[in-house]
């Protein structure tokens, strides 16, 4: 478990579908983080999760995001395609509950996952992408450090409409 002021990370449970289910089948919310727009059953998500939590092959860590005061799941964070070689990973955060949203939450989860990913797993570069239209998100970025690497232009589609993606980089120094 990962410990901030008022959050905490923790490995994924698989009872966890039972809320990341209603996140992933909000349309508006899955375009926003470039998910797929499918509807979700509950025996997908159910393998989804279990999919994460079986994982041996040591190329990504998903934990989810609690709120210290009442340990209630309010999003997923995670480090993927880690090459331990080259020492870098991508990173995803979802805040899936709306209330949490925009009470620095986002920007607490990300202190902890650079320190982790940094001081903890020896790793030397982390890489993001964002839709072009997710502004708060990519002005959180930028406040941690960020750097835009590149764009891929109308790379997303959604509601009837091509968007970029921004690719940005966070060195450890």
């Avoid at 999003?75 to 991508?90: A, D, E, M, P, V």
């Avoid at 949203?101 to 986002?106: S, T």
């Avoid at 998100?137 to 450090?145: E, F, T």
Wanted: one cysteine or more; proline letters at 2%.
């Amino acid at each position: 478990m990962i410990s901030g002021k008022k959050i905490f990370l923790r490995p994924l449970k698989y009872e966890d579908w039972e809320k990341t289910i209603i996140w992933r089948n909000d349309l508006d919310f899955s375009a926003l983080i470039m998910s797929h727009p499918f509807p979700v059953t509950e025996e997908l998500e159910k393998e989804w999760i279990k999919s994460i939590i079986e994982d041996k092959s040591n190329r990504s860590v998903h934990l989810g995001i609690c709120l210290k005061d009442s340990e209630e799941l309010i999003g997923l964070t995670k480090l993927f395609n880690i090459n331990w070689i080259s020492r870098n990973c991508y990173f995803g955060i979802f805040l899936g509950s709306k209330e949490s949203r925009g009470k620095g939450i986002g920007k607490e989860v990300m202190e902890l996952i650079i320190d982790y990913s940094f001081n903890k797993l020896n790793l030397r570069k982390i890489i993001l992408e964002v839709i072009e239209t997710n502004q708060p998100a990519i002005n959180l970025y930028k406040k941690m450090g960020f750097t835009k690497e590149g764009e891929l232009k109308e790379q997303v589609y959604n509601n009837e409409k091509y968007y970029g993606v921004i690719i940005m980089s966070l060195f450890n120094k």
